[in-house]
């Protein structure tokens, strides 16, 4: 118990000196940053400062990350898978990435110090506390992914939709879809942002394949994969798009349909297990909880 006592003491005190250094050394990084501002070229510098954090909660992760960069790659991974995960989930800029790396370090060292406020089940409070410190933040990173390929699974249809009567009225492709960005703010705004990204990135001199396929890439939704793949042959053979985008917006809105049909076809087997566990037992205590008092009260009278 002691041994547990000094090694949380020992963590969090190391901790505030990492910080307190941290704190004290910024000063010190601020001034040599400026000198090499100044004698660095124009261009040199402008680049650097466009790469730097912005948030100054950006600023002490990319400091703690870079004091533990030989442990970061045997906790979060290689930066590449990293980078691709918070991209699916919506995170694209580099500090998204410190920001991860440091909640993972530093959530299971936090789950040891309230780990220790527990008394006699401080042990098993403290490997609760690290398991759930470390694969917390994948958990969640996993589901904000789902959340947002469901959503856009679920919009593109009616995306698809809008596209065509943009098409059909007179706008080409890529005025199209800039147009369908605007439109779909409100309802998916995950679709909305990807198609402004294909929009802008056309506008910066990408080829239109390689900006629909990089739009594949990050959404990484089977719909949306068919959807560029599609494209991408009427883009190649010539053949009206909007007619095949007809086409293929209508398959899309029958399988949606029939996903939501096999969802609530679901349901009733989905709802067995609580009817059992939870309602039927109330049920029957309601329902016979007097007929038994009343049975036992009459057999209390007759064995008098």
């Known amino acids: 118990m002691m041994l547990l006592f000094l090694v949380s003491g020992t963590i969090t005190i190391f901790l505030f000196v990492a910080m307190l250094i941290l704190l004290l050394s910024r000063k010190e990084a601020a001034v040599d940053e400026r000198l090499m501002e100044i004698a660095a070229p124009r261009a040199a510098a402008t680049l650097a400062l466009a790469e730097a954090p912005k948030s100054s909660l950006a600023e002490m992760a990319s400091d703690l990350t870079g004091t533990l960069k030989p442990i970061q790659a045997l906790i979060s991974g290689s930066d590449?898978?990293?980078?691709?995960?918070?991209?699916?989930?919506g995170f694209r800029k580099a500090e998204h990435v410190q920001v991860y790396t440091t909640l993972k370090i530093l959530l299971p060292i936090l789950g040891i110090v309230v780990g220790t406020f527990f008394g006699e089940n401080m042990i098993v409070a403290i490997l609760a506390g690290v398991v759930i410190?470390?694969?917390?933040?994948?958990?969640?990173l996993s589901q904000l992914v789902s959340r947002r390929q469901e959503s856009i699974s679920f919009a593109l249809p009616d995306a698809l939709d809008l596209l065509v009567i943009c098409m059909e009225a007179g706008l080409g492709i890529d005025q199209a879809m800039a147009r369908?960005?605007?439109e779909m703010r409100f309802t998916s705004p995950a679709l909305a942002d990807e198609l402004q990204i294909v929009n802008r990135e056309q506008r910066a001199g990408k080829p239109r394949l390689e900006a629909w396929r990089s739009l594949a890439a990050r959404v990484d939704v089977e719909f949306m994969r068919q959807f560029v793949s599609m494209l991408v042959q009427t883009e190649r053979f010539g053949t009206p798009i909007a007619q095949a985008l007809g086409q293929f917006a209508d398959t899309m809105r029958t399988r949606r349909t029939q996903a939501t049909e096999e969802l609530a076809a679901k349901t009733g087997v989905k709802l067995l297990f609580p009817l059992i566990l939870f309602i039927f037992p109330s049920i029957f205590v309601v329902s016979l909880g007097p007929a038994i008092l009343g049975i036992q009260r009459i057999f209390q009278e007759f064995s008098r």
Not at 80 to 89: G, W
Not at 133 to 140: E, T
């Open 80 to 89: 590449e898978d990293l980078e691709y995960r918070l991209m699916l989930a």
């Open 133 to 140: 410190g470390f694969f917390g933040p994948d958990l969640v």
């Open 180 to 182: 369908v960005g605007q």
